[in-house]
């Protein structure tokens, strides 16, 4: 099938989805509960520059790059965020309502029962209230996945026995950063926080497992640069991620080379001294070869790892883990599933990627940690899944 007609497969539903969800707002929120010639317009006027935009956004910001377009650009994905949540809650006022009223006419005897259907004005109070209610929780949800998007995200602690860890490296700390989708929305700034909080945590190693950025080194190499400032005592260490992929992988590998970073592409190093040292290894995006792209090489990264050392592997996607637990790797560390970012999608993958969705899990004598990550990608929320800074303490298996 012809890539175009793929997409247009993809898009025209979803186009279509996103017009059904702003007509049916617009019809519950503003239609059903005013007369109002001008609440009406000025409602039609949001909804239909809120849809818009939202589909043509990024062309908008091509055409006309600027702050200002940029500013435009992130409300309008809030604005998708938005809509999302008043949908959701919209939806779930209506039927309880219905729900209720079936109820009500199950409970009622027959002598009882309304002659009619209940009264105009009764109609429009029950309508109004569920509309303001839906209105408010949306907007309340909205207003608080955004501001934990943007915050700085938490250093979540996780301890991990590491089957054939040395003694000697009891306690050693790894700092995983991964998802950060340094973009057209977050940047610079982000950037510096999120280097100044994870050097303050004084790491051994650091590793950002892919999905760095969301555009060329030319648009976000000044951002990006940002993180040259990463310090870690045995070193920062990157891999790709499909993002980074879709975004010129191999531009950025040589970017962050320059920066002082350590990318390991399908390689492992050891991790250590003579006395007291593990194998830390890296692959390419799982996802690189269906792009029809070289990449993911699982061969290649563990041809140094002996079987009777201990073993990291930095990876991407989670997607990968069954055949890395049969490998014998003692710990993977990923990314990729954003933990849902938001609700209800961190119900979706815990159904889709169960355990492996976030946090640690096991498969044999292998484990896995999957962060939600510290950025996002779309919406700029974070509801249900918070960001995090993984801070792993490896301890002898």
Known sequence: MPRWLSLLLFFVPVLALMASAHVYLYRRLVRDLTRRRGPRRAAQVLFTLGFLGAVG????????????TRAVGIGLLAWMGLVMYLLFFTLGAELLERGRRRLARRASPPAEAPSGPPSPERRAIITGGLAVGAGLAGVTTTSFGAWRAFHPPDVRDTPVRLPRLPRALDGFTLVQLTDIHVGDVLQRHFVDELVARTNALKPDVIAITGDLVDGTVADLGAYVAGFGALRARHGVYFVTGNHDYYSGASSWVAYLERLGINVLRNRAVS??????????????????DRMGLPGYDLDAALREVSPDQASVLLAHQPSNFDEVARRGVGLQISGHTHG???????????LIWRERNAGLSRTGDSQIYVSRGCGFVGPPMRVGAPPEIARLVLMPG
């Open 57 to 68: 956004f990024r062309f908008l910001g091509s055409l006309f790059p600027s702050d200002v």
């Open 340 to 350: 849902g970012q938001m609700f209800p999608g961190n119900v979706v993958g815990d």
């Open 271 to 288: 991790i250590g001294d003579a006395s007291a040292s593990f194998m830390l290894a890296g692959v390419d995006d799982w996802s690189a």
